[in-house]
Nanobody, 126 residues
Framework: QVQLVESGGGLVQPGGSLRLSCAAS????????MGWFRQAPGKERVFVAA????????YYADSVKGRFTISRDNAKNTGYLQIKNLKPEDTAVYYC???????????????????WGQGTQVTVSS
C-alpha cells in the first residue's frame, strides 16, 4: 500500500518553471515505479512521465520531452517532476501515481497504475 500527496502546483506565466513533488508513505515506495499523469478540463487523464523503482530508467510522453524531467529520492520517499518552459497547453491537474512491476509497454495507460494522489493544479497563463 502506498499513499501519495502531490504539491508544488500553482499559477505560472508562460516560459516559467515549476517543480512538482510527490510525497509517498508506505513500505513499498522504494520498490515501486512512479509516474505522472495530467488531466485538462474536459479531457481524459494522459501520461506524462514515469521512472522505475531505482531511478535508472525514465520514460516521457513525446509532448513533454526536453521540458519535463522526472526524478525520485527513495531516501526521502519523494518523487519529482521538474517542468521548464511552461506553455498554456500544460495547464492541467497533475497526478502522481505508483505501482510495482508495470511492464514498460503499459506505463502510459492510467488503468495500469493502482495508487494515485489527489492531484495538484498547474495553470499557465499571463
Amino acid at each position: 500500500q502506498v499513499q501519495l500527496v502531490e504539491s508544488g502546483g500553482g499559477l505560472v506565466q508562460p516560459g516559467g518553471s515549476l517543480r512538482l513533488s510527490c510525497a509517498a508513505s508506505g513500505r513499498t515506495f522504494s520498490s515501486s515505479g512512479m509516474g505522472w499523469f495530467r488531466q485538462a478540463p474536459g479531457k481524459e487523464r494522459v501520461f506524462v512521465a514515469a521512472i522505475n523503482y531505482s531511478g535508472d530508467n525514465t520514460y516521457y510522453a513525446d509532448s513533454v520531452k526536453g521540458r519535463f524531467t522526472i526524478s525520485r529520492d527513495n531516501a526521502k520517499n519523494t518523487g519529482y517532476l521538474q517542468i521548464k518552459n511552461l506553455k498554456p497547453e500544460d495547464t492541467a491537474v497533475y497526478y502522481c501515481t505508483a505501482d510495482a512491476n508495470i511492464p514498460p509497454g503499459l506505463i502510459t495507460r492510467a488503468s495500469s497504475w493502482d495508487y494515485w494522489g489527489q492531484g495538484t493544479q498547474v495553470t499557465v497563463s499571463s
